[in-house]
T-cell receptor, first 111, second 113 residues
Framework: QKEVEQNSGPLSVPEGAIASLNCTYS??????FFWYRQYSGKSPELIMS????GDKEDGRFTAQLNKASQYVSLLIRDSQPSDSATYLC???????????FGRGTSLIVHP | SAVISQKPSRDICQRGTSLTIQCQVD?????MFWYRQQPGQSLTLIAT?????????ESGFVIDKFPISRPNLTFSTLTVSNMSPEDSSIYLC??????????FGSGTRLTVV
């Protein structure tokens, strides 16, 4: 069983809208979560990390962690075509500090 | 954050041959990690390389197929041995920069024909 589950998408949103990307998990292991962005043909780059319940904001990005419901979300406000990429959710595997990755959600922001 | 130089960026290899991928980090790091990303898939950890000791391999990956070297705190290599078309993938090295999460090299796109 994977540490995190993501819908592969694609998620298509119009430019300027809020894109909401979700990641669920099913055990009480590590409560550290990471969101990575991966453009086609490129390596993943870290966008945000979140370790505690609630929201964490960084510019147009907000990460939300809900431990009771066991999900973590990434919201992208004022989506731009340049945000079109695959977004990977990651979490350390049980007993480890090394992140394991979800399959990623493809986001398409259309003008 | 740490900067990783990875090479080659891509290669096309004949089946049965081997390819060695190199990663150089601009700072000293204790652990380096090697991932594989198969087409349309997410990242799968191959092994963790610690300087001065043998690499630790994840389930499904063995040293004979993916030998790793870690001669110092800034450099590591991954060799893909006796390649088959199933090894066609992107291979990525990664390090953890303290307080900054995990950083990836630019990746090596391997095609085995």
């Amino acid at each position: 069983q994977k540490e995190v589950e993501q819908n592969s998408g694609p998620l298509s949103v119009p430019e300027g809208a809020i894109a909401s990307l979700n990641c669920t998990y099913s055990d009480r292991g590590s409560q550290s979560f990471f969101w990575y962005r991966q453009y086609s043909g490129k390596s993943p780059e870290l966008i945000m990390s979140i370790y505690s319940n609630g929201d964490k904001e960084d510019g147009r990005f907000t990460a939300q962690l809900n431990k009771a419901s066991q999900y973590v979300s990434l919201l992208i406000r004022d989506s731009q075509p340049s945000d079109s990429a695959t977004y990977l959710c990651a979490r350390p595997a049980g007993g480890s500090y090394i992140p394991t990755f979800g399959r990623g959600t493809s986001l398409i922001v259309h003008p | 954050s740490a900067v990783i130089s990875q090479k080659p960026s891509r290669d096309i290899c004949q089946r049965g041959t081997s390819l060695t991928i190199q990663c150089q980090v601009d700072s000293q790091v204790t652990m380096m990690f090697w991932y594989r990303q198969q087409p349309g898939q997410s990242l799968t950890l191959i092994a963790t390389a610690n300087q001065g000791s043998e690499a630790t391999y994840e389930s499904g990956f063995v040293i004979d197929k993916f030998p790793i070297s870690r001669p110092n705190l800034t450099f590591s290599t991954l060799t893909v041995s006796n390649m088959s078309p199933e090894d066609s993938s992107i291979y990525l090295c990664s390090v953890e920069a303290t307080g900054e999460g995990y950083t990836f090299g630019s990746g090596t796109r391997l095609t085995v024909v």
